[in-house]
Every structure is written in structure tokens, then in C-alpha cells.
């Protein structure tokens, strides 16, 4: 954002919302795409809410501490962390943000295409859209609060219960859809079809990783070793390898001739969703760092802000 407000050549720095006309995620990226496009936070703004909210959501409790926790949760079938935790922490950064707390994620006021984040339901993904489409119809779920559609994005296996909103359920759509950058294509064909004249051109499409830890460097457990779970664990790898993904989405912008940027830098130490310690969220920090010195990224880097500029 640095480099395109430079390109941009403006006194006011913009953000990511005034920049993007259309953004999406799932799991932490739903979360970071709520902070960004919905509540407009800048990049530091919603660093800072991030950091704060993980260690507000992560902190061991007595139970967790002392006594194993985590794996006694696991055998009676509850989740690490509780969901509600989620929501207050949630529901304080909207306050905070100067809205009301029980807001909804649609923004009356929003153009069409300017955020959706989704996750999956019954196997499949259903979006979340905070704007009505082009005909003025409202999307599914459109009553949904901004702490509803937060808690529904990051109900991850194990770490929190499903989000229940009226009679659906919902789990983390990372399962099936990690790397949503197709959906997002998908809901941009749907916003603006071909035979609309007067679609808007899109200039870039713009992709953010997690980062990328090489599995095989990975201590595994003497049960994690039996050839039943490894291979239990290997499925799920390919299943949400989000650079397979990447592979097929890069062909088809080719084909479509529209320039296609994918950022996922690799990392030295295999960070767990749940990590907020300091030391731990630096060292990925250098792990960026180091990523972005590389003399083929920083070209990537300057090309891609100046279509955004």
C-alpha cells in the first residue's frame, strides 16, 4: 500500500478499500477482509486489532494450562477456544470502529463489489456479501451481523464450534476452499457478466498467503508416523493446498490476459493459527521481510502498485 500511495502521488495515503473494488477470504483472511473493507481500517490500524484480538482469543485458560486441556476438550468433542470470546472481541473492534455493535455486514451505503468473505456450509461454500447486487436484490443472509459473519469465517475444526445463524450451521470454509481466489473470480463474473458493456475493467487481480511451510521439515509424532494417520494427514494436505490453486488461477488469468499477483512467502517455523506470542509473530514478521527484499518480488511489488496507484 506504501508503494501505491507513492505511485498514486496523493498528499492522503489511501486504504485498501479505496483501492480494491472487490476483496475476499476465508478463516483469518475472512477476518482480515471484515477489517479492511468493512470497518475500513488501514493496513496498521488492522495489524494492531489482529494482535490485539489474537491474544485476547489464544490466552490459555486454567484448564488449558495446567491440565492438558486441549486434549480432553478433543476427546468429549468440544473446541479448544470458545466461540463467544470471538464474538466480544469482535463486536468491541466494531464499537471501536464507531458503529453499531450489532451492524450488519451488509453496508446499505457500499456499490456492489465492494467486499465478500465466505465459508463453507453443508460442504459447500456460501459468500457473504456486504452489498446488495447490481439489480438491487439483497444476498443471502443478508440480516447477518458484522460478528455473526466473523464468528461463521473463522469456526475452524477444533479451535472454535460451528457458527450457527438461524437454522444453519456453518464451518470454517478454509476446509474446502483455502485459497479462495477463485470464488472471488466467480462472484466478479456473477457481478459483472460478459455481456454487461459497460463492466469495469479489472486491472489486477491481487493474491495474499499465509505463508508457506515445507511439510517434510515437520517433527512428527510416533503416532503421526502410522501409515494410517499419515496418510489420513497427506489427504488433507492436498485438499487444502492453497498453491494448487494458485497453479490453475495463474493459467486461466493468462488466458484472460489480466495480471494475476500471488504473495505467500515461506517460513522458517510452521506458526499454528492460534500463535500470539510476540517472539513468534516477529519471526514471521522477518520471514516477510526477507521475502520482500528478494529482487523479483520487489519488481512484482512495484509493478502491481502502479496498476493500483
Not at 46 to 69: E, M, N, R, V
Not at 203 to 227: E, M, N, Q
Not at 249 to 276: I, K, S
Amino acid at each position: 500500500m506504501d508503494d501505491a500511495n507513492r505511485e498514486n502521488g496523493t498528499s492522503k495515503a489511501k486504504t485498501p478499500a479505496e483501492c480494491f473494488k472487490l476483496a475476499g477470504g476465508t478463516s483469518t483472511g475472512g477476518l482480515i477482509c471484515i477489517m479492511l473493507f468493512r470497518l475500513s481500517m488501514s493496513i496498521d490500524e488492522a495489524i494492531t486489532a489482529y494482535k490485539s484480538l489474537s491474544q485476547t482469543l489464544f490466552q490459555p485458560s486454567f484448564i488449558s494450562k495446567y491440565l492438558g486441556g486441549a486434549y480432553i476438550r478433543t476427546m468429549f468433542g468440544l473446541s479448544w477456544y470458545e466461540g463467544s470470546s470471538l464474538e466480544h472481541a469482535v463486536r468491541d473492534e466494531v464499537v471501536a470502529q464507531g458503529l453499531d455493535p450489532n451492524a450488519t455486514l451488509l453496508d446499505h451505503s457500499s456499490v456492489p463489489g465492494t467486499e465478500g468473505c465466505q465459508v463453507s456450509r453443508d460442504n459447500f461454500a456460501l459468500r457473504f456479501r456486504s452489498y446488495r447486487f447490481p439489480d438491487g436484490s439483497l444476498p443471502t443472509y443478508s440480516s447477518a451481523t458484522i460478528v455473526q459473519a466473523a464468528r461463521a469465517t473463522s469456526a475452524a475444526p477444533f479451535y472454535f464450534p460451528p457458527a450457527t445463524i438461524g437454522r444453519t450451521e456453518f464451518w470454517d470454509g478454509a476446509l474446502a476452499n483455502n485459497n479462495p481466489v477463485d470464488e472471488l473470480w466467480a462472484e466478479k463474473s456473477l457481478l459483472f457478466p460478459r455481456w454487461i458493456t459497460d463492466k469495469p475493467v479489472v486491472k489486477c487481480v491481487l493474491s495474499l498467503g499465509t505463508g508457506r511451510f515445507d511439510p517434510s521439515r515437520k517433527k512428527r509424532s510416533w503416532i503421526a508416523s502410522h501409515p494410517a494417520i499419515s496418510k489420513g494427514a497427506q489427504l488433507l494436505e492436498n485438499l487444502t493446498n492453497v498453491e494448487n490453486v494458485h497453479r490453475r488461477f495463474d493459467q486461466l488469468m493468462r488466458a484472460e490476459g489480466v495480471w494475476y499477483f500471488r504473495f505467500n512467502p515461506p517460513t522458517t517455523e510452521d506458526v499454528d493459527l492460534a500463535e500470539y506470542r510476540e517472539e513468534k509473530l516477529a519471526g514471521l514478521e522477518a520471514d516477510v521481510e526477507r521475502y520482500l527484499e528478494r529482487p523479483h518480488i520487489k519488481v512484482m511489488l512495484r509493478l502491481c502498485a502502479q496498476l493500483l496507484g
